[in-house]
């Protein structure tokens, strides 16, 4: 259930994360993703994800120790609804990004903001690099 004010609420958390470093389980895509869930809903998905790893190893190690296979499998348990095809995803919808990073359809429609380990803030993708979607 999307809050009232939730597309504010999303907007608002993009802006202020546009040009925020990576960092391992404060500021990585599952906590980014997480943070626009609640931005959404109004609901935390993934309690105690923040600061639950600092490293690659450690997030890879937090999503076994927890009994998933690999990401999409951790989203299927905490991202909502699965939608039957990625390009149905709507503004706010949770995205799996070629199999291996997550991100949100932007507030703005029409791309994906996601972000890696590579470079600085959310960069912005087309959704047809979706694998997988999950709908709030």
Do not use: K
Request: proline letters at 5%.
């Amino acid at each position: 259930m999307r809050r009232e004010d939730w597309l504010a609420r999303l907007e608002a958390l993009v802006r202020d994360r546009q040009h925020r470093e990576f960092a391992w389980g404060t500021f990585d895509c599952c906590t980014f993703a997480a943070e626009a869930v609640e931005a959404v809903t109004g609901t935390y998905p993934v309690p105690g994800l923040p600061g639950a790893y600092d490293t690659r190893m450690g997030a890879l190690r937090w999503l076994a120790e927890r009994g998933f296979a690999n990401l999409e499998a951790a989203l299927d348990a905490f991202a909502g609804e699965r939608l039957a095809w990625p390009l149905m995803a709507r503004r706010g919808d949770i995205v799996l990004v070629n199999d291996m990073t997550v991100g949100v359809v932007h507030p703005a429609g029409g791309v994906i903001a996601c972000l890696s380990a590579d470079a600085p803030g959310l960069a912005l993708v087309s959704p047809r690099l979706a694998t997988a979607a999950w709908g709030s």
